[in-house]
């Protein structure tokens, strides 16, 4: 056992670390695990589910602007961005990694000897910056104490999801004329660099392991931590991603705490993600950006094979910026489908983006009242189609357009409590009880779209 491990388990075998002594509730958020009883959510240490959501954005980690999409002021504002989550009752972001050095800091010291392509010293990759390893945890900590867990984003593939102008090889580390060990990872030298994320050269795999084991042995003692693998990869790396699961697994089975670990998809790399032994995905479309595609217009149902935290940076996030309707919409489908809900967005003052912030928080605050360890997507037994049921017992039902809906009932005795939560505004609204035995149909109050939610008395 090396002796940062060594020191970490003394630590807490003295009591000296301790998620609960760390927890501002005074509860231990975790480690997290996959809830036994559902599957589709994870779990805190005593046992109670926890259903995640939260909006995450491109900074959260590191300064740097993306051509054509961020044009935040640097340096990002991380306590107003927490501020933000915790007013609309958020508890998940997503914590970004960029591997081009236009974004700071990055893992490794540009201390040279040489030059790189931008005229700044050569990156050491046998060493580590501390900044970057400080402010990753200096910033999961923060949100911790807002009781907010941080899914850490090891890598990122969408710079070479194809070959572009706007994301250059020659700002990766890995370019042979940008690191002191004269690394390449572009052996074919077509200018790609897509290698860098698969398993064909064994000196980056080594120095991303090193990267990773650096990155896990910084948090670990953490209890808000979840591990990402890598932002949309593309199929070429897939062995890759499920290698660096297993390689995160082992190096946690020597520490004090093991966290969940994810691996996300896009395109067609959801079977990829369900196969590859990680704890949690998100899920994607083939059909990504377009309005009528069922992730986006009517989400399938979580099948609890796996926790899914369904993300609309990987559906299409452009869709969802101006619409407020559309979104809150999404967010409301996606919750009574079984799926746990993040926005990918911008911080703006976009209606969507506020409309989908509210929702989020709304669904967080449902869930906190409701026994998710029960509750499963039912979409046949509403006639709306969309429902989490306990059966006989709980009932979230989602009116997208307001107006009647059948609840099927009959396999339910007893008597239910009926509440009705308008989406737009205003606080929850009672109704009469309904008897179960039968297919009842009720109507929401007022127009608009509406939550109905039913409890037996």
Same mark, same amino acid.
């Given at each position: 056992?090396?002796?940062?491990?060594?020191?970490?388990?003394?630590?807490?075998?003295?009591?000296?670390?301790?998620?609960?002594?760390?927890?501002?509730?005074?509860?231990?958020?975790?480690?997290?695990?996959?809830?036994?009883?559902?599957?589709?959510?994870?779990?805190?240490?005593?046992?109670?589910?926890?259903?995640?959501?939260?909006?995450?954005?491109?900074?959260?980690?590191?300064?740097?602007?993306?051509?054509?999409?961020?044009?935040?002021?640097?340096?990002?504002?991380?306590?107003?961005?927490?501020?933000?989550?915790?007013?609309?009752?958020?508890?998940?972001?997503?914590?970004?990694?960029?591997?081009?050095?236009?974004?700071?800091?990055?893992?490794?010291?540009?201390?040279?000897?040489?030059?790189?392509?931008?005229?700044?010293?050569?990156?050491?990759?046998?060493?580590?910056?501390?900044?970057?390893?400080?402010?990753?945890?200096?910033?999961?900590?923060?949100?911790?104490?807002?009781?907010?867990?941080?899914?850490?984003?090891?890598?990122?593939?969408?710079?070479?999801?194809?070959?572009?102008?706007?994301?250059?090889?020659?700002?990766?580390?890995?370019?042979?004329?940008?690191?002191?060990?004269?690394?390449?990872?572009?052996?074919?030298?077509?200018?790609?660099? &897509?290698?860098?994320?698969?398993?064909? &050269?064994?000196?980056?795999?080594?120095?991303?392991?090193?990267?990773?084991?650096?990155?896990?042995?910084?948090?670990?003692?953490?209890?808000?931590?979840?591990?990402?693998?890598?932002?949309?990869?593309?199929?070429?790396?897939?062995?890759?991603?499920?290698?660096?699961?297993?390689? &995160?697994?082992?190096?946690?089975?020597?520490?004090?705490?093991?966290?969940?670990?994810?691996?996300?998809?896009?395109?067609?790399?959801?079977?990829?993600?369900?196969?590859?032994?990680?704890?949690?995905?998100?899920?994607?479309?083939?059909?990504?950006?377009?309005?009528?595609?069922?992730?986006?217009?009517?989400?399938?149902?979580?099948?609890?094979?796996?926790?899914?935290?369904?993300?609309?940076?990987?559906?299409?996030?452009?869709?969802?910026?101006?619409?407020?309707?559309?979104?809150?919409?999404?967010?409301?489908?996606?919750?009574?489908?079984?799926?746990?809900?993040?926005?990918?967005?911008?911080?703006?003052?976009?209606?969507?983006?506020?409309?989908?912030?509210?929702?989020?928080?709304?669904?967080?605050?449902?869930?906190?009242?409701?026994?998710?360890?029960?509750?499963?997507?039912?979409?046949?037994?509403?006639?709306?189609?969309?429902?989490?049921?306990?059966?006989?017992?709980?009932?979230?039902?989602?009116?997208?357009?307001?107006?009647?809906?059948?609840?099927?009932?009959?396999?339910?005795?007893?008597?239910?409590?009926?509440?009705?939560?308008?989406?737009?505004?205003?606080?929850?609204?009672?109704?009469?009880?309904?008897?179960?035995?039968?297919?009842?149909?009720?109507?929401?109050?007022?127009?608009?779209?509406?939550?109905?939610?039913?409890?037996?008395?």
């Amino acid at each position: 056992m090396n002796p940062t491990r060594w020191i970490l388990l003394a630590l807490v075998s003295t009591g000296f670390l301790s998620p609960a002594l760390r927890s501002e509730s005074g509860r231990p958020m975790g480690p997290l695990r996959v809830c036994l009883a559902n599957p589709r959510y994870f779990a805190d240490p005593s046992g109670n589910p926890v259903y995640l959501t939260g909006s995450h954005t491109w900074q959260s980690l590191q300064d740097g602007i993306l051509p054509g999409f961020t044009k935040v002021a640097q340096p990002f504002d991380y306590v107003g961005y927490l501020n933000l989550l915790q007013t609309n009752h958020h508890n998940f972001i997503r914590l970004w990694r960029w591997e081009l050095f236009n974004h700071v800091p990055q893992p490794w010291p540009r201390s040279g000897p040489g030059s790189a392509l931008d005229g700044r010293p050569r990156f050491n990759l046998r060493a580590f910056d501390s900044s970057y390893f400080d402010r990753l945890r200096s910033r999961v900590i923060a949100a911790r104490d807002r009781g907010i867990y941080v899914s850490i984003m090891l890598f990122e593939d969408w710079i070479f999801m194809n070959k572009r102008a706007d994301h250059p090889l020659e700002q990766h580390p890995f370019h042979k004329s940008n690191n002191t060990s004269d690394l390449d990872g572009d052996p074919n030298g077509d200018g790609w660099g &897509i290698e860098i994320h698969t398993l064909q &050269i064994p000196e980056v795999l080594e120095i991303q392991k090193a990267y990773a084991r650096k990155v896990v042995e910084t948090v670990n003692d953490l209890d808000n931590v979840l591990f990402e693998i890598c932002n949309e990869g593309g199929q070429h790396t897939r062995d890759w991603q499920h290698a660096m699961v297993r390689f &995160i697994k082992s190096v946690e089975a020597d520490l004090p705490w093991q966290h969940p670990v994810g691996m996300t998809s896009v395109g067609d790399m959801n079977e990829a993600c369900l196969k590859s032994g990680a704890h949690w995905t998100s899920l994607a479309t083939t059909g990504w950006d377009q309005p009528k595609d069922p992730w986006t217009s009517d989400p399938p149902p979580a099948l609890g094979q796996m926790v899914c935290l369904l993300d609309t940076d990987h559906i299409g996030w452009k869709i969802f910026v101006r619409d407020a309707g559309f979104t809150r919409a999404w967010v409301w489908k996606s919750f009574t489908r079984g799926h746990n809900t993040l926005l990918m967005e911008n911080l703006s003052d976009d209606e969507g983006w506020k409309a989908g912030r509210a929702a989020m928080g709304q669904t967080r605050r449902l869930a906190q009242r409701m026994n998710m360890a029960a509750l499963v997507p039912r979409p046949d037994l509403a006639s709306s189609g969309y429902c989490l049921a306990n059966p006989g017992q709980e009932y979230v039902v989602y009116l997208p357009s307001g107006g009647d809906v059948t609840v099927d009932l009959e396999s339910a005795a007893g008597t239910f409590k009926v509440e009705w939560i308008p989406l737009a505004q205003g606080a929850p609204l009672n109704a009469a009880a309904i008897a179960g035995g039968a297919k009842r149909t009720v109507s929401a109050p007022i127009p608009g779209d509406f939550v109905l939610v039913l409890r037996r008395l």
